[in-house]
């Protein structure tokens, strides 16, 4: 017996940014949303695990033609440019509207401005970062999940776990679409009805034998999509993390890209600092560049370390927790000396099996 749930204008399938900041918008348009996810509201998501920061060009001085430039080239020149174009243009816009559902981000003490990071094939800094320094994911889902949970128009279901979307037309029921649920907290199979649906299920780094990705990141939310009959696009480009702590760990802790931006440098086990040998910003080329420059290292019978002592690694909470419980110092311990602090994501695909079809 699968229950009709009641129906909402839209539904979306996922609670990370994606799926929150839709809900905020289109509840604030005047639409009745329902937000659904496999865990509560504040539980896992890569959103919440974010580290770094959010990109965009709100300083004096830089442009989003500048950052989509560094985008096309971070990208190797294979970014869409229409996409890159819409993405840097209105970037500085999104900033004033996650603010807005309550967002703080760290600012400068001296000018007030925004507290600029910067990584990897940016020209400058230009990275936003959350008061509460690696943390920023964290404080992102913070305000959104509040912003959302005061919102009237926004039912929030957790422990649903989309299995099909629907486009049917029954006998008692007339046309129907939405999304069909397996709600895992009573075992039991619903339809959620909604004239629009919204995937927001985040990615599929969970594919791979190392990842930094949360384990439910195997792409069903897309599976889903493409049963329905969606067309895919660019499913070949996966970002990798460059750096994670070797802990054997699943997910691995990442090493956020900020501590390079703040002058952290990759070295092989007696100290020699490789990157420049590879590409003219060395630790700070782009995050392929990177992470082939670390997986030849290491193919070549080295071990990489990251050597973070000349930075103030309180800044990088989260780095420095991950680091003491595994009894490793990062302040003060020269990355290559007692064991290995970052191995590179391998990509290595681990064996999935995708949900049947609803
Ligand atoms: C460790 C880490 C650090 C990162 N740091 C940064 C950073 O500093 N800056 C940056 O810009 N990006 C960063 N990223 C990337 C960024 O976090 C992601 O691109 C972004 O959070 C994706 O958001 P999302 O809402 O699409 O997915 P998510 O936040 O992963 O949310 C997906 C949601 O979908 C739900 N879901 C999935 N499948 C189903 C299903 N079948 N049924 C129901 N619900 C489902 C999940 O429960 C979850 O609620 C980082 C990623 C990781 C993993």
Redesign the pocket.
């Known amino acids: 017996m699968i229950k009709i749930e009641e129906n909402t204008d839209v539904v979306i ?8 900041t839709s809900a905020l918008q289109l509840a604030e348009a005047g639409r009745s949303v329902t937000v ?4 509560e509201l504040d ?13 965009a060009a709100v300083a004096m001085g830089d442009s989003a033609a500048a950052h989509g430039r560094d985008t096309v080239k971070a990208a190797a020149g294979t970014a869409d440019r229409n996409v890159v174009r819409t993405l840097t243009r209105d970037a500085p816009d999104y900033i004033k509207i996650l603010e807005r559902y309550g967002v703080v981000f760290k600012r400068d003490e001296e000018n007030g401005g925004f507290a600029l990071n910067h990584e990897a094939c940016h020209s400058r800094r230009r ?1 936003l970062r959350a008061k509460a320094g690696d943390g ?2 964290k404080e992102l889902m913070r305000a959104l999940t509040s912003a959302a949970a005061q919102q009237e128009n926004i039912r929030f279901v957790p422990f ?4 099909a979307l629907v486009r049917e037309f029954t006998p008692t029921l007339g046309a129907l679409s939405g999304v069909m ?1 397996h709600d895992r907290s009573k075992n039991a199979f619903c339809i959620y009805p909604a004239a629009a649906v919204i995937l ?4 599929i ?1 969970a594919l791979y034998s190392h ?4 384990a ?2 195997t792409g ?2 897309i599976a ?1 999509a493409a049963r329905a009959g969606a067309v895919l696009a660019d499913m070949e480009f996966v ?1 990798f ?1 460059p750096t994670a702590l070797a802990l054997e760990r699943d ?1 691995a802790p ?1 090493a ?3 501590l390079r931006g703040d002058g952290a440098l990759l070295v092989t086990q007696d100290g020699r600092r490789f990157m420049p040998s590879y590409h003219p910003r060395a630790e700070l080329a782009p995050r392929d560049i990177v992470s082939r420059a670390v997986f030849a290292e290491l193919s070549a019978g080295n071990r990489v370390f990251l050597d973070c002592r000349t930075l103030d690694t309180h800044e990088f909470p989260a780095l420095r927790d991950a680091c003491l419980a595994a009894g490793i110092d990062p302040q003060t311990a020269p990355g290559f000396a007692r064991q290995s602090i970052l191995r590179k994501n391998f990509a290595v695909p681990k064996p999935v099996r995708l ?1 049947s079809a609803g």
């Open positions: 399938v996922g609670a990370g940014a994606a799926g929150l659904l996810s496999e865990a539980g896992i998501c890569a959103s919440a695990w974010a580290q770094g920061g959010i990109a990275v920023f994911g649903q776990s989309a299995v649920t927001a299920t985040g990615g780094g990842t930094t990705n949360p439910f990141a069903r939310g889903l970002q993390h997910p990442l956020t890209e900020a949900p």
